[in-house]
């Protein structure tokens, strides 16, 4: 049975029917003290424990990271669909945050931070973790947790944050919402699980409304491609009847399912393309609003050049950009042993912002294939 939920807000927790599968209210203390100890990591508080006292002497100035307040949010009315302030924030060019690593696997904090302050530096108005370029498929828990409270309180404001969750059940994913609002996030992205097509509308329903007691929600599509058009088309359907608190997607299909989606939300939802600026512009007649940006993590002249083209809807000159650098970035990067990952985190090390290691069994580039990708950019004109 589907939850019900009052419209007059997404965060109305006494007006949600349902338990989300948990049998009781999610807590925000839940979600690390339920989590695997790793290493001697114990909750401080309820909400961190030693990974971040790691993170903080981590950080290679030896400054002190400034917690972002931790003020109670008034509750926001999404009856009316996505606020202008947030489509607002989630238009034009955003980068997804990839965690940095050492050679030794543990994760590089400074990088990090480093990575975060370049976001700000090329007028990113939001950073987004995401399952996949996060790499949250190679983090515990409690890394996850650890991560995504470095990077609210290091942002502290100066740029919208959407954290994201694994591929928890729904209760554990609640949690994990409820924690990230508690940090100070302004949104979380939810990835069901979805292994043999175990989800159904009625259970998605439920897990996204699970999410939003908490935050604005931005719903991913990654694991619909796996689905029938017709699942997808119903749930979005549903999701704006019964659960005002979703209000943004990024977009992983890239097909004509993505088209019908975007057409049929984008009067509610902020609508944003993922991978390539080639497919913003599929997306472009059906109202897309932002798109996730590479170049927004090492050269993001060419991530405005392509959005000030857009603005003045001059298609020439964006598809020019497209053709000139979106283009041969991803043909190459794509090629790479460990696909484009691996490529975009060599890419940190060329900078000198990071290294290039990922975590076993991911593959990190080799010092032969690391200077193949510096020689490419350079010819490129893309460093």
């Not at 370049?118 to 409690?142: R, Y």
Request: overall charge positive; aromatic content about 10%; hydrophobic content about 40%.
């Amino acid at each position: 049975m589907h939850c019900t939920k009052n419209n007059q807000s997404a965060n109305n927790t006494s007006n949600h029917s349902c338990d989300n599968g948990v049998g009781k209210r999610t807590s925000r203390r839940g979600f690390l003290r339920a989590s695997t100890t790793m290493a001697g990591l114990a909750a401080a508080g309820g909400f961190i424990g030693t990974d971040e006292a790691t993170a903080r002497a981590a950080d290679a100035g030896g400054k002190k990271s400034t917690a972002r307040r931790r003020s109670v949010r008034p509750k926001r009315d999404f009856s009316g669909g996505c606020p202008a302030d947030i489509r607002a924030r989630l238009s034009g060019p955003w980068p997804s945050i990839r965690t940095p690593f050492k050679k030794d696997g543990e994760i590089d904090y400074g990088a990090l931070r480093a990575q975060l302050d370049f976001a700000v530096e090329a007028k990113a108005k939001a950073v987004v973790l995401t399952w996949g370029d996060s790499l949250f498929s190679i983090l515990t828990d409690d890394e996850i947790a650890a991560v995504t409270k470095v990077v609210v309180e290091h942002i502290n404001g100066r740029a919208y944050v959407v954290a994201a969750t694994d591929r928890w059940w729904t209760g554990r994913a609640a949690e994990f919402s409820a924690y990230c609002a508690e940090l100070g996030a302004d949104m979380v992205m939810g990835l069901p699980p979805d292994w043999a097509a175990s989800t159904t509308v009625d259970t998605l329903v439920d897990y996204y409304a699970a999410l939003a007691e908490h935050l604005p929600v931005m719903m991913v599509t990654n694991y619909l491609g796996r689905r029938p058009a017709a699942l997808s088309l119903e749930l979005c359907d549903r999701l704006m009847k019964e659960v005002p608190g979703v209000v943004a997607v990024k977009d992983d299909l890239c097909n004509d399912t993505a088209c019908k989606m975007c057409m049929k939300t984008h009067d509610r939802w902020v609508f944003s393309a993922g991978g390539q600026k080639k497919n913003h512009m599929l997306l472009m007649p059906y109202g897309v609003d932002g798109y996730l940006s590479t170049f927004m993590t090492f050269n993001p002249k060419i991530s405005w050049r392509y959005w000030d083209a857009i603005k003045a809807n001059d298609m020439h000159m964006a598809m020019a950009v497209v053709r000139e650098f979106d283009m041969p970035f991803f043909d190459h990067i794509i090629g790479y042993e460990g696909s484009f990952d691996a490529a975009i985190h060599g890419i940190d090390e060329i900078l000198g912002r990071g290294q290039r290691w990922r975590r076993m069994p991911y593959h990190s580039l080799t010092d032969k294939q690391l200077a193949e990708l510096k020689d490419f950019l350079q010819k490129h004109k893309m460093i």
